[in-house]
């Protein structure tokens, strides 16, 4: 079994003048599995054995399997600062996040077979010329959110998420998956002492699970 995997991140911020900040951000992961036989037998042969009164296994290794994913993501957040209007200061946030993921896998039985055997004598005989599949997905996100500082020791954070998945899994024809998502999010902070020793925090908030 071999698990190379690699990831980079790459981060850039920028101020827009004195009461704008832009900051954007780039990943990249890939990761590759591969299982199987190891010489003098090889993915070709010969075909490997399995003893279901034994329980052991000879000959080969009893499959092989191939993963490769790759992701790659993009996001872009731009924040202004506002000056206290009636009482109140703004930090206003909005952003883009954009995700692409593709995963190939290929798995098989050495030399498309496979014996099954009753304490030594060959019982059951699979046939797999062995399959592969290749997924992908994208998953593109915006929010905007508003931090909002009153007068006192009080801070609220209203914002909203709104999500949009796209995903396809080609077997047998091409299988598409296309959903969506919304996503309101409230935060409210409180100073209890306006000495920032005791900060009361609390949230209602929507969470999604990541697309898969």
Known sequence: SDQPARMGNVSFTWPL?????????????????????????SRAGPAPHFDTFTRVTSVNAL????????????????????????????????????????????????????????????????????????????RTAVFLQDQWRLVGPLTIEPGVRFGLYRGAVPIDGVTGYKNHSNSPRLGVAWDVNADHHTVLRAQYARYHDPLV
């Open 17 to 41: 003048g004195d009461r704008t900040l832009l900051e954007t951000r780039y990943g990249d992961f890939a990761w590759d599995q591969s299982n199987g036989p190891t010489p003098p037998s």
């Open 63 to 138: 499959s092989f399997s191939d993963t490769q994913i790759r992701t790659t993501s993009l996001a872009a957040t731009v924040t202004r600062y506002l000056d206290r209007v009636a009482g109140v200061s703004h930090s206003l946030k909005a952003g883009i996040e954009y995700e692409r993921a593709r995963e190939t896998s290929t798995s098989g039985f050495p030399g498309g077979a496979q014996y099954n055997d009753n304490n030594g004598t060959p019982a059951v005989l699979y046939l797999w010329d062995g399959s592969t599949y290749r997924g992908s997905q994208c």
